[in-house]
């Protein structure tokens, strides 16, 4: 069997069976502490799904539930339509790879691969081991102890043993949390590179949203053990819908405001109606209705740092823009980040790429705008600072 061949039938095992991952009101409590809180989830089979939030939120409990090794107190848990919620670990489709490998560190390689198969007496196991050694790129490694390899070789040996025995869910519990920052982002391409030749059902846990947007297909963010929002990466990220997904996906800049009624065509361009007229401090300004979550009442307006425009303050500034002065300015290499004390409104960052133009310095006064379709909106009643200050970046 060729390493294509092991590919494309891990990836037809899972596909063809429609194993989808079903969490139907899971409730996890430990004493009076509820980890989890009657969670409903629909993971498709062959996507690579991401569970993202801070410690504490619910997420590896919620990948323990999946792998048998905690008991949900409430719901249910099925693969493909078949309940596994009471079923023992090794009774189930799924493999784990943790943060530390699990290793056995007085056997090869190939042996360490190959385990699993032996035990279940496949007649070709030692041939499958090299086929999945061959899919992580470390077949001529295979008589090497796992002492006698890197970190990321590891981690690699520990997914080629987790995807030669073919399971229907592979779970990831913070995989690349030990690896220095250089060899993470080369692993998580690495990652979904394995992901998408195998064609396996893969759920990560992290608490790093880079690695979860990098590599994931939907990414649930989790917080005090519910879903706050899923979707696709760069949809929560431009449009999160609750101030905790604004500020733990990145940074955001999130402002007080009122909604003062629909804006009229001859102020932007559009139809009446699709457009919200808010004020921000005193500043007459636009929202686009549908990236709010409130039209009407006090929302919060919000916009990412690299969406913001910055220019000096002078009698020719555009109107529908924001007064402010530069408190701090840090020179990044492709970008300069500054910190705004907007009137009305407190501190603001900015991102500004470095193209040439003018930097601002300590001090100066400067104007912000940004564009309409750039803005989000949330409920007025949200916590600014929810998820600031969090585990994420």
């Given amino acids: 069997m060729s390493t294509t061949e092991l590919s494309r039938e891990s990836g037809a095992a899972a596909q063809g069976s429609g194993a989808d991952l079903v969490l139907s009101g899971v409730t996890k409590r430990f004493t009076e502490f509820t980890a989890v809180d009657n969670l409903d989830l ?208 990145g940074k955001s800049n999130l402002m007080p405001a009122t909604v003062t009624g629909d804006a009229m065509p001859a102020t932007v361009t559009g139809d009446a109606g699709e457009y919200l007229q808010i004020d921000v401090a005193g500043n007459a300004l636009t929202l686009l209705k549908d990236r709010a979550t409130d039209h009407a009442g006090k929302i919060l307006v919000g916009i990412r740092p690299e969406k913001l425009r910055m220019e000096a303050d002078t009698a020719a500034a555009a109107p529908g823009s924001i007064r402010g002065v530069v408190l701090d300015a840090s020179f990044t290499g492709a970008s300069t980040e500054y910190l705004v004390d907007a009137e009305g409104i407190g501190t603001v960052g900015v991102f500004s790429q470095n193209h040439g133009g003018a930097l601002f310095n300590d001090g100066d006064r400067v104007r912000l705008a940004w564009d309409p379709e750039h803005a989000f909106g949330l409920s007025g009643s949200e916590d600014r600072e929810a998820g600031a200050g969090e585990d994420g970046l």
């Fill in 42 to 249: 629909v993971i498709p089979s062959g996507s690579f799904f991401a569970l993202l939030g801070p410690s504490g939120c619910g997420k590896t409990t919620t990948l323990r539930m999946i792998a048998g090794l905690e008991q949900p107190t409430a719901g249910t848990i099925s693969i493909g339509g078949r309940d596994i919620t009471g079923t023992s670990p090794y009774q189930r489709p799924v493999n784990t790879v943790f943060q530390n490998y699990a290793l056995f560190p007085h056997m090869s390689v190939l042996d360490n691969v190959a385990f699993g198969l032996k035990r279940r007496k496949i007649r070709d196991a030692e041939a499958q081991a090299k086929e999945a050694l061959e899919l992580v790129e470390l077949a001529h490694l295979a008589a090497r102890r796992p002492a006698q390899l890197s970190g990321g070789q590891q981690q690699r040996v520990a997914l080629a043993r987790a995807v030669v025995n073919r399971p229907a869910v592979l779970l990831l519990d913070e995989p690349l949390g030990a690896l220095d920052m250089k060899l993470r982002r080369q692993m998580q391409v690495e990652l979904k590179k394995i992901q998408t030749e195998v064609g396996l059902t893969f759920v990560h846990v992290t608490h790093d949203q880079e690695e979860a947007m990098t590599m994931a297909d939907t990414v649930a963010v989790m917080n005090h053990g519910q879903v706050e929002q899923m979707g696709p990466p760069q949809e929560l990220y431009e449009l999160p819908r609750t101030a905790f997904v604004a500020n733990f996906l």
